[in-house]
């Protein structure tokens, strides 16, 4: 139901556009997020949005370089991402949140809150 693209290989510095595209549903009522797994370490939220787009959050290591954002009428969420660095490297998924708030970045956040996942993209940054 939900469908990741858009990763690839580049190099640091570069930039990638990452996609979510939903289907068989409407999500246009849940928090959507970007989550990351790295090789060999857990899942880490990596940004959030709002059902309507206005709120999002940002993990500290990505803030003013990734941009989410989101748009109801193409049920597709997206992940801009500016300036990467070789430690960015790892499977992007996209989660739906029916919870009304944007439960992350935060010490309590788990990737068990979320109702639906993609299947992840691969995202791998060369130095």
């Known amino acids: 139901q939900l469908q990741a693209s858009g990763g690839g290989l580049v190099q640091t510095g570069g930039s990638l556009r990452l996609s979510c595209v939903a289907s068989?549903?409407?999500?246009?009522?849940?928090?959507m997020a970007w989550i990351r797994q790295a090789p060999g370490k857990e899942r880490d939220f990596v940004a959030g949005?709002?059902?309507?787009?206005?709120?999002?959050s940002y993990a500290d290591s990505v803030k003013g370089r990734f941009t989410i954002s989101r748009d109801n009428a193409k049920n597709t969420v997206y992940l801009q991402m500016n300036s990467l660095k070789p430690e960015d490297t790892a499977v992007y998924y996209c989660?739906?949140?029916?919870?009304?708030?944007?439960?992350?970045?935060?010490?309590?956040?788990?990737?068990?809150?979320?109702?639906?996942w993609g299947q992840g993209t691969l995202v791998t940054v060369s130095s």
């Open positions: 989660a739906a949140d029916r919870d009304a708030v944007i439960r992350g970045p935060s010490p309590n956040w788990s990737p068990s809150i979320y109702d639906y």
């Open positions: 068989g549903r409407t999500f246009s009522s849940y928090v």
């Open positions: 949005i709002s059902w309507s787009g206005r709120s999002t």
